[in-house]
């Protein structure tokens, strides 16, 4: 390992540290704020996963490529949780994670959270929020076959399990305020 290497896994380590001191208060007022929470509690670990895991040796991608996969990664598995958490957190009296210019823009209020209450606005802001969260599962996908053979199963089962989480928001009627999203 060179020691540049070495100076990038204790900044992606003091990060996730960082990441995890954030408070379980903070409102994020937009997808940037949010994007940046999720960087540091669950993107950095898909970047520190990628020297564990190995790329490799008959990839054609570039290094770059493969991280950005497995910050994708970390990302749409952490906006994942947020969109399963929903229902128990607001029974916590807790909204923080929901980009508060996305709920104001749905027509969406706190008290509509804490209330429960599947809506259309409600629906619509899940299917952004689901679309959002595709995406960053799309991205991630791209990497996989870039790892180490020995090592591509469990992110394929990390893909396969978070896309079930989203398929079952959209089967519950995206009622994640009751129904908690569950995988078979």
């Given at each position: 390992?060179?020691?540049?290497?070495?100076?990038?896994?204790?900044?992606?380590a003091v990060?996730?540290?960082?990441?995890?001191?954030?408070?379980?208060?903070?409102?994020?007022q937009?997808?940037d704020?949010?994007?940046?929470?999720?960087?540091?509690?669950?993107?950095?670990v898909?970047?520190?996963?990628?020297?564990?895991?190995?790329?490799?040796?008959?990839s054609?991608?570039s290094?770059?490529t493969?991280?950005?996969?497995?910050?994708a990664?970390?990302?749409?598995?952490?906006?994942?949780?947020?969109?399963?958490?929903?229902g128990?957190?607001?029974r916590?009296?807790?909204?923080?994670?929901l980009?508060?210019d996305?709920?104001a823009q749905a027509?969406?209020?706190?008290?509509?959270?804490f209330?429960?209450?599947?809506?259309?606005?409600w629906?619509?802001?899940?299917?952004?929020?689901?679309?959002?969260?595709?995406?960053?599962?799309?991205?991630?996908?791209?990497?996989?076959?870039?790892?180490?053979?020995?090592?591509?199963w469990?992110?394929?089962a990390?893909?396969?399990?978070?896309?079930?989480?989203?398929?079952?928001?959209?089967?519950?009627?995206?009622?994640?305020?009751?129904?908690?999203p569950?995988?078979?």
């Amino acid at each position: 390992m060179k020691v540049e290497e070495e100076k990038e896994d204790v900044r992606l380590a003091v990060n996730r540290v960082n990441g995890a001191s954030v408070s379980a208060s903070t409102r994020y007022q937009n997808f940037d704020e949010l994007y940046l929470y999720c960087y540091y509690v669950a993107g950095t670990v898909g970047l520190m996963s990628v020297p564990v895991m190995g790329i490799a040796p008959e990839s054609k991608a570039s290094t770059e490529t493969v991280y950005n996969a497995a910050l994708a990664l970390g990302i749409a598995n952490q906006l994942t949780n947020i969109l399963g958490d929903v229902g128990e957190d607001a029974r916590r009296g807790r909204i923080y994670d929901l980009p508060q210019d996305e709920l104001a823009q749905a027509g969406l209020s706190d008290d509509d959270i804490f209330r429960g209450k599947v809506t259309d606005k409600w629906q619509s802001f899940m299917k952004d929020q689901i679309k959002r969260a595709r995406m960053f599962l799309d991205e991630a996908e791209k990497g996989v076959a870039e790892l180490n053979s020995a090592s591509r199963w469990p992110v394929w089962a990390s893909l396969l399990l978070y896309r079930q989480i989203l398929d079952a928001i959209e089967a519950n009627g995206y009622d994640n305020f009751t129904k908690r999203p569950g995988v078979m």
